[in-house]
């Protein structure tokens, strides 16, 4: 099992950059792909970006391409999500979460990543 702590968030303006952190513990930590996803008021939970467990593998929702970087630094256990030109649709409940077992990165469904974070709230003003 893997254990999960987002940090980072807070309310910016538009326009403005945030860079999202998630720490990672426990026995399997190791083999895990990160994945960050994002649920705002009334809406489902989409999914923003991921990264292979060996860090060489990225892959984003194409909307959000471009303005997101999704990168993890193996040797502090911690995967980072950089934001910039923040727009107030952007403005969630972001979450980051674990699939173990040393899998190819493929998979951008919730239902993939069975440990997550408690979530950090970014809230972007216009």
């Known amino acids: 099992q893997v254990q999960l702590v987002e940090s980072g968030g807070g309310q910016v303006k538009s326009g403005q950059f945030l860079r999202l952190s998630c720490a990672g513990s426990?026995?399997?930590?190791?083999?895990?792909?990160i994945a960050w996803f994002r649920q705002a008021p009334g809406e489902e939970r989409e999914f923003v970006a991921a990264?292979?467990?060996?860090?060489?593998?990225?892959l984003y929702a194409d909307s959000l391409k471009g303005r997101f970087t999704i990168s993890r630094n193996i040797g502090l256990r911690t995967t980072y999500l950089e934001m910039n030109s923040l727009k107030p649709e952007d403005t969630a409940v972001y979450y980051c979460?674990?699939?173990?077992?040393?899998?190819?990165?493929?998979?951008?469904?919730?239902?993939?990543?069975?440990?997550w974070g408690q979530g950090t709230q970014v809230t972007v003003s216009s």
């Open positions: 990264i292979g467990w060996n860090g060489g593998v990225t």
């Open positions: 979460a674990a699939q173990t077992g040393w899998l190819e990165l493929r998979q951008t469904s919730s239902e993939a990543y069975r440990d």
């Open positions: 426990g026995p399997t930590f190791s083999s895990a792909n």
